[in-house]
């Protein structure tokens, strides 16, 4: 079940279909706006051996609607716990969010002399203090975290000069919409850039726009690891290890390095052939 026709389900479909169609799976597919009670009881009724979810939509709708007997996966989906789809009946699925240990470590690769981080959050809701305390526990040794709590603020705007005023190494994002929007992306890489930081950007249109570098989330890749999750439930001589399906399961993405070489010089930075090789996928 896709959570809407946006393009990025549209291309986990094409990639999982294929992958499950050439392992003898017969698949049928459903938009989350279209299914009514009456489609589900249908669906139901032919018993089928597992339901996908494609989007956060999906994955909510089914971990609700459907009996806790009928196995579900999921993929394109940002924080399950948030969701609520590490709580009652099991699912397995790929999330979207790259390790921060990860992205911390790509950080410390593309700018050696960093040592603090910088990034924006809004206080007021559960998620941007839990992502707050997340970046502070994942940051390396010896690194420092200055957090701007966008709820004290009258605008995004004075917000981000607090930040900047800081002068940290580099701005931290991650994909929190209280915090990030069209508008607020622009004025943060339109400050930074006067002030000569850096922001690491959380998709590959964000460095696009002009971040020095980040990570993205290739929709095809979703499909393949939630095709691959399938067979590892299914065979329990999967490797590198099948899943239980009575337990809840959430596996990391596969990911790729963005970087903005025009950014880069922009900001007078030479970024290590490393991170350079990574960026095209060597």
């Known amino acids: 079940m896709l959570s809407s026709e946006a393009k990025p389900y549209k291309d986990a479909q094409g990639t999982l279909l294929e992958k499950l169609e050439r392992q003898g799976y017969k698949c049928t597919s459903v938009l989350q706006p279209d299914l009514s009670n009456e489609k589900l009881n249908q669906y139901l009724q032919a018993k089928p051996w597992a339901f996908v979810a494609i989007g956060s939509d999906a994955a909510v709708t089914l971990h609700e609607k459907i009996p806790a007997r009928q196995k579900l996966l999921y993929c394109l989906v940002t924080d399950p716990s948030d969701l609520g789809l590490l709580k009652g009946r099991p699912a397995q699925g790929v999330t979207v969010d790259v390790p921060l240990r990860e992205q911390f470590a790509l950080i410390a690769e593309a700018l050696p002399k960093a040592h603090s981080v910088g990034m924006l959050y809004d206080s007021s809701g559960e998620k941007g203090a ?20 966008l709820s004290k603020f009258d605008s995004v705007a004075k917000a981000i000069d607090e930040l900047l005023r800081r002068r940290v190494d580099i701005v931290w994002t991650a994909p929190d919409s209280a915090v990030y929007n069209q508008a607020s992306v622009r004025v943060l890489l339109r400050e930074a850039l006067r002030e000569k930081i850096p922001v690491f950007g959380y998709s590959k249109s964000f460095v696009k726009a002009g971040a020095l570098l980040g990570v993205a989330i290739e929709p095809e890749s979703q499909g393949a690891q939630a095709a691959a999750m399938l067979e590892r439930l299914e065979n329990p001589q999967a490797k590198p290890a099948p899943l239980d399906p009575e337990k809840a399961h959430v596996e990391a993405p596969l990911f790729g390095v963005e970087v903005n070489e025009m950014a880069a010089q922009q900001l007078s930075i030479n970024l290590p052939e490393s991170v350079l090789k990574k960026s095209k996928g060597e």
């Open 130 to 149: 839990r992502l707050m305390q997340a970046a502070k526990n994942a940051l390396p040794n010896g690194w420092s975290l200055d957090a701007v709590d």
